[in-house]
Structure formats: structure tokens, C-alpha cells
């Protein structure tokens, strides 16, 4: 029912730059809390940030805090994640997910769909 897809990872070097895109697809109209999560290999996956339906709530891991910034249009059914100030540690699949409500949520479990990944890869 809920199709999305993530866009915008790449190569990039320590200190650069990604936006990240993802757009969402669905037979019929909701609102819906959007987040990002990320996992690299061996590793569990992580919440990275999450943005209410209105855009008026954000909440950041502390490992991005400051660095990425999360939006969305949801005119276009789109969010997105600008990432500044990259750092090796940032390596990872990136997965965007959504909620089934407004709200926002830190956890894997609360998010109901998710798309397939894209990878983002930063080197020295």
C-alpha cells in the first residue's frame, strides 16, 4: 500500500556534503511521521532523525545532532536529510520510514513501512 523510495547517497569525502531524498507513494491520503535510520555492517540499525506531519517537530540522534537536518514537502510526499560535515562513521544504508500517524517516534518498531536503502559511503 505504502511504496518508498530513498535517493542521494554516494561517494563522498570527511567534511562533505549529501541530501538524501525520499519520496512516498500510497493508494490512499494520510498523515504520517517520516524518519531516517542507518546501518552499517555488523551493526544494528539506528535512528538517525524522525520529522512530525506539520514539520513544526524534529528529533536527531546524538551522533548527527548538528550536522544533519531533516524536512520534508509534503506536497511533493517527499523528506529529506541534509548531511553536512560528513564523517567516516557516517558509512552506512540509510533507510527511510514511515509512521502510520503524525507523531514521531525513535523506534524501529513504530515505523510500518520502509523503503530499500541507499547507500552512503564517506572516505578520508
Known amino acids: 500500500q505504502v511504496q518508498l523510495v530513498e535517493s542521494g547517497g554516494g561517494l563522498v569525502q570527511a567534511g562533505g556534503s549529501l541530501r538524501l531524498s525520499c519520496v512516498r507513494s500510497?493508494?490512499?491520503?494520510?498523515?504520517?511521521?517520516m524518519g531516517w535510520f542507518r546501518q552499517a555492517p555488523g551493526k544494528e540499525r539506528e535512528f538517525v532523525a524522525a520529522i512530525s506531519w506539520s514539520g513544526t517537530i524534529t528529533a536527531y540522534a546524538d551522533s548527527v545532532k548538528g550536522r544533519f537536518t531533516i524536512s520534508r514537502v509534503n506536497a511533493k510526499d517527499t523528506v529529506y536529510l541534509q548531511m553536512n560535515s560528513l564523517k567516516p562513521e557516517d558509512t552506512a544504508v540509510y533507510y527511510c520510514?514511515?509512521?502510520?500517524?503524525?507523531?514521531?517516534?525513535?523506534?524501529?518498531?513504530?515505523?510500518?513501512?520502509w523503503g530499500q536503502g541507499t547507500q552512503v559511503t564517506d572516505s578520508s
Open positions: 520510514a514511515t509512521t502510520g500517524n503524525s507523531g514521531i517516534s525513535y523506534y524501529r518498531n513504530d515505523y510500518d513501512y
Open positions: 500510497a493508494r490512499t491520503f494520510s498523515t504520517y511521521a
